[in-house]
């Protein structure tokens, strides 16, 4: 079972930029493709991009494209998302989470993870 856990959530004024982290560790943990999800308050969980264990990445969330970068250490296997020029509707709790099955493509279905981490809070003032 994949473990999983995420960091760097904050407090950031529009424009600026944060850069979220997230440890995973587990048998196989190399062969598992990451995902990076976000809730904003009432809205349902939406997947923002993910890399397989491949490292070919997807970006899911249209509004992401050209601000937010996923990418994988592939020494210790840890999750990041660069966000640049922050929106106040990326306001959201941001989660990683590990995909169910090894050597898979990704995927946009929060269904389709396995395992998660607890989540980080973004904020994005305006």
């Known amino acids: 079972q994949i473990q999983v856990a995420e960091s760097g959530g904050e407090l950031v004024q529009a424009g600026g930029s944060l850069r979220l982290s997230c440890t995973a560790s587990?048998?196989?943990?190399?062969?598992?493709?990451m995902g990076w999800f976000r809730q904003a308050p009432g809205k349902g969980r939406e997947a923002v991009s993910c890399?397989?264990?491949?490292?070919?990445?997807?970006t899911y969330a249209a509004s992401t494209e050209g601000r937010f970068t996923i990418s994988r250490n592939n020494m210790d296997y840890s999750l990041h998302l660069q966000m640049n020029n922050l929106k106040p509707e990326d306001t959201a709790i941001y989660y990683c989470?590990?995909?169910?099955?090894?050597?898979?493509?990704?995927?946009?279905?929060?269904?389709?993870?396995?395992?998660w981490g607890q989540g980080t809070q973004v904020t994005v003032s305006s």
């Open positions: 989470a590990a995909h169910s099955r090894p050597f898979h493509g990704c995927s946009s279905s929060p269904e389709e993870y396995a395992s």
């Open positions: 587990g048998p196989n943990v190399d062969v598992y493709g």
């Open positions: 890399i397989t264990w491949s490292g070919v990445k997807s």
